[in-house]
């Protein structure tokens, strides 16, 4: 699913917690942040610094994906040759 804004990343993160059965006190504790820190970042606040969304995901075992918006892959060098 793409993400575009803060909203849609609080969002994303929010129903993996939950997916996985985590208050937003037990991911505080396992990403070593405050809950009122899991609490802004799931509310979308829009100046959430990069490092803690980084380790919001470490703690939900997820990573970064970047890709281009129109949906279309760059081809590797193996695809080209």
Not at 12 to 32: I, Y
């Amino acid at each position: 699913m793409p993400i575009r804004d803060p909203q849609q990343l609080g969002a994303a993160l929010q129903r993996e917690r939950k997916r996985q059965g985590l208050t937003q006190t037990q991911l505080a504790e396992k990403a070593g942040l405050r809950q009122q820190t899991i609490s802004a970042v799931e509310g979308g606040k829009p100046r959430s610094e990069l490092q803690v969304i980084f380790e919001i995901m470490a703690a939900l075992g997820l990573e970064v994906a970047l890709s281009p918006r129109d949906g279309k892959t760059t081809p590797s060098l193996e695809d080209l040759f």
